[in-house]
């Protein structure tokens, strides 16, 4: 059995970045050396943002962004386009198609994919709410932003289906060669589905 050579307080530090997404225990080790070794510059104002965040950081109940109002800032931007809505799995969608900047729109996060196997139904989601938003008019584009994995197809079929018979048109992001990449390197779903989803020149 290995010696313990910090007290009780470090190890909780430890095994708490262990849990952060991309942290193993030995990169949580580091991890928490290295917030130590700096505690005035790195560990204080760490453990200050993360307290106000605790305290401050709510769930949008319009559309499911994390943000320290509700409505978030994305739902209350008026120089956004509020008749088109991008549909994404998770907030860390929501802000990765932020950075990219392509299209100014509204969100809504569904906090995960459909997954019989794992137990996750329509009322495990936040699909209810987009389809209030929907009925409830001025929508005029649904542009449905999951990852293409075959829970994110089953999400997208089961969305579209309940949403069928609404003038709202549906769209799905396309799915192929990324820039700059080379065929020879890209699997057969990607070419296929590269291919179908050819366009003109």
């Known amino acids: 059995m290995a010696k313990r ?3 009780p307080e470090i190890e909780k530090l430890i095994q708490l970045l262990a849990k952060v997404p991309g942290l193993g225990p030995r990169s949580a080790r580091r991890a928490a050396l290295h917030l130590i070794k700096k505690k005035d510059q790195l560990l204080g104002p760490l453990s200050n943002a993360m307290g106000e965040a605790y305290d401050k950081v709510k769930i949008c109940s319009h559309c499911g962004n994390v943000d320290t109002v509700d409505p978030c800032t994305v739902c209350t931007d008026e120089r956004r386009d509020q008749s088109v809505i991008i549909v994404v799995e998770d907030v860390s969608d929501l802000w990765a198609l932020e950075r990219a900047g392509a299209l100014n729109a509204a969100y809504h ?3 995960g994919t459909l997954s019989p ?4 139904g329509p009322d495990d989601l936040n699909i209810r709410g987009l389809i209030e938003r929907v009925t409830a008019g001025g929508i005029r584009e649904l542009i449905i932003a999951v990852n293409a994995t075959v829970e994110g197809q089953t999400t997208a079929h089961y969305i579209t289906d309940q949403l069928s018979g609404l003038d709202v048109k549906i769209t799905r992001l396309a799915h ?3 820039v700059g990449g080379e065929l020879d390197y890209l699997d057969e779903g990607t070419l296929q589905a590269a ?3 050819r366009t003109a020149i």
């Open 5 to 7: 050579v910090t007290g």
């Open 195 to 197: 291919l179908r989803a």
């Open 176 to 178: 192929g060669v990324p």
């Open 109 to 111: 996060v569904l906090g």
């Open 117 to 120: 196997l794992d137990g996750v």
